[in-house]
């Protein structure tokens, strides 16, 4: 019989499986019997507890969900408008700075107005000589008794023609003849005498005289139309300005206003005295309580937006025109609907979902989702009241991690 012969590299080969199964019969063997190594020490609860994953969650319960369009503008003053002089003139006096608050009907500038002064004095002085001519003429003249049957009887004439004038009976130029007609009559028949005698003696026209001297004296002061604050001040004294070039802008920011552009779909559920609200980076992201004070009813076909004006409220004056807004507009409130904040729902593989947390573990959960507004998604299912949906550090999660919530 032949005798097999071992070679060395069998025997080493042989050696390192047998150490092999020892080591690994050692490392894994407690693992399949359940039995202690000796070497693994207990861990504490509180230790375990720690390594589960902390999650931010809610409970989800029926509300009103408010349904918000949003949009950007800028602010500006409730009412702005450049301020000119009617009159051309020198500068004499310019009574405020930018930044200056004046109320209604103050002076802001004084043209220099020594010709208007005089032309005033003259027409005073015309018009006490008409007075006294007026008044000898009046004194003169004899006692006129007017013919009050006639003066009825036209009367009645051009109230009955203007009355038909009215029922579209007669034409403008037949209306314009019956008053013609009663003028003369009245006249005739001594119904007018007093106005007869002042127009004779130049009383009227003398009093029209100083009126249009008070106009123009009027017009060299340059005065606020409403009460706000002065801005882009253009005018120093000694400077000739003409009549028509704006000079300063008079902003009334006792309110400002947002003018946003809203897409037509959200714009039919918008309406005057609606809640907005408005939010102000420059102001450290400050959120302002205001209202839709108006809904332009036409649509931009080429944008398909149309304009819709919110009212702030500047009760310190801290609002400054041009600061960038975003705003939000109530739009429609749906009732009794299931929402959760909008970083709750993840997308995986096209399609949204959810963790729910039933006691330590986080559970995947397939959602269809409806509305989204204001920071909020609407679940349509399969979410039930009382559900916890986690909010924070759950998009590394996995289905059914261990999870300690918040």
């Known amino acids: 019989m032949k005798r097999l012969r071992v070679r060395p590299w069998q025997v080493a080969a042989l050696v390192l499986l047998m150490a092999a199964l020892g080591i690994g019969g050692y490392v894994f063997w407690p693992a399949l019997t359940g039995a202690s190594t000796g070497n693994e020490r207990d861990v504490p609860d509180t230790e375990r507890v720690a390594q589960r994953t902390r999650v931010g969650v809610v409970v989800v319960e029926p509300t009103d969900f408010l349904l918000f369009a949003e949009a950007t503008g800028n602010l500006a003053p409730w009412r702005s408008a450049e301020v000119s002089p009617e009159a051309s003139g020198v500068v004499r006096e310019r009574l405020v700075e930018e930044g200056t608050r004046v109320a209604e009907g103050a002076a802001l500038i004084r043209l220099d107005s020594r010709d208007q002064e005089l032309e005033l004095e003259e027409a005073r002085s015309e018009l006490l000589r008409a007075q006294i001519d007026y008044t000898g003429k009046r004194v003169g003249a004899s006692t006129i008794s007017a013919d009050s049957t006639a003066i009825t009887r036209a009367k009645a004439l051009f109230e009955r023609a203007r009355q038909r004038y009215e029922e579209?009976?007669?034409?403008?130029?037949?209306?314009?003849?019956?008053?013609?007609?009663?003028?003369?009559?009245?006249?005739?028949?001594?119904?007018?005498?007093?106005?007869?005698?002042?127009?004779?003696?130049?009383?009227?026209?003398?009093?029209?005289?100083?009126?249009?001297?008070?106009?123009?004296?009027?017009?060299?002061?340059?005065?606020?139309?409403?009460?706000?604050?002065?801005?882009?001040?253009?005018?120093?004294?000694?400077?000739?300005?003409?009549?028509?070039?704006?000079?300063?802008?008079?902003?009334?920011?006792?309110?400002?206003?947002?003018?946003?552009?809203?897409?037509?779909?959200?714009?039919?559920?918008?309406?005057?005295?609606?809640?907005?609200?408005?939010?102000?980076?420059?102001?450290?992201?400050?959120?302002?309580?205001?209202?839709?004070?108006?809904?332009?009813?036409?649509?931009?076909?080429?944008?398909?937006?149309?304009?819709?004006?919110?009212?702030?409220?500047?009760?310190?004056?801290?609002?400054?025109?041009?600061?960038?807004?975003?705003?939000?507009?109530?739009?429609?409130?749906?009732?009794?609907?299931?929402?959760?904040?909008?970083?709750?729902?993840?997308?995986?593989?096209?399609?949204?979902?959810?963790?729910?947390?039933?006691?330590?573990?986080?559970?995947?959960?397939?959602?269809?989702?409806?509305?989204?507004?204001?920071?909020?998604?609407?679940?349509?299912?399969?979410?039930?009241?009382?559900?916890?949906?986690?909010?924070?550090g759950h998009h590394a999660l996995s289905h059914d991690a261990r999870v300690e919530a918040q």
């Open 168 to 392: 579209g009976l007669l034409t403008l130029g037949e209306f314009q003849d019956a008053r013609r007609a009663y003028d003369t009559e009245m006249i005739r028949s001594g119904g007018r005498a007093v106005d007869v005698q002042s127009l004779l003696s130049g009383l009227e026209q003398a009093e029209q005289r100083v009126r249009r001297a008070e106009l123009a004296l009027s017009r060299m002061t340059i005065a606020a139309p409403f009460g706000g604050r002065i801005a882009n001040l253009e005018v120093e004294e000694g400077q000739h300005i003409s009549m028509g070039t704006p000079v300063l802008t008079l902003l009334d920011d006792s309110r400002m206003k947002v003018d946003v552009s809203v897409l037509e779909a959200d714009l039919v559920g918008l309406g005057p005295g609606a809640d907005a609200r408005v939010r102000i980076p420059a102001l450290a992201d400050t959120v302002l309580s205001g209202r839709i004070f108006s809904v332009n009813p036409s649509i931009d076909p080429d944008t398909g937006t149309g304009r819709v004006t919110v009212e702030v409220a500047n009760p310190r004056g801290k609002l400054l025109s041009g600061l960038f807004a975003y705003v939000q507009l109530e739009a429609g409130r749906l009732s009794d609907r299931i929402v959760v904040p909008a970083e709750a729902v993840l997308s995986r593989q096209g399609r949204d979902l959810v963790f729910t947390v039933e006691g330590s573990r986080a559970q995947w959960t397939y959602v269809t989702t409806g509305r989204r507004s204001g920071g909020l998604v609407e679940i349509v299912e399969p979410l039930a009241p009382g559900d916890s949906v986690a909010v924070e």
